[in-house]
């Protein structure tokens, strides 16, 4: 029982580390692996009485990579392009 728990353990980590190398290759290869992506960013304000005011702010551009996981400092495009839209708390 614990051999087959610790053979299961060890084939997840192993097909982990497989796919993240091959991603990384991938990513490493690709003649463009770089994408730019418009992110809104918003204050959200805090105020009296459980009031929230939302003030826009000057939309800033994220770099990403197109990949399964992170590489090179940069998260991956499928996740930055599901999040364009920041909010930055301020009190409260």
Not at 7 to 17: D, M
Not at 28 to 55: C, G, M, S, T
């Amino acid at each position: 029982m614990m051999r087959r728990l610790l053979a299961i353990v060890l084939a997840v980590l192993a097909l982990a580390v497989i796919s993240y190398g091959c991603d990384y290759l991938y990513a490493r290869w690709r003649h463009e692996p770089f994408w730019d992506v418009r992110i809104d960013r918003f204050l959200a304000i805090y105020e009296k009485f459980n009031k929230i005011d939302y003030q826009p702010t000057d939309p800033i551009t994220e770099r990403c990579v197109y990949s399964l996981f992170p590489h090179f400092g940069h998260n991956p495009c499928w996740y930055v392009k599901r999040h364009t839209v920041r909010y930055i708390r301020i009190g409260g």
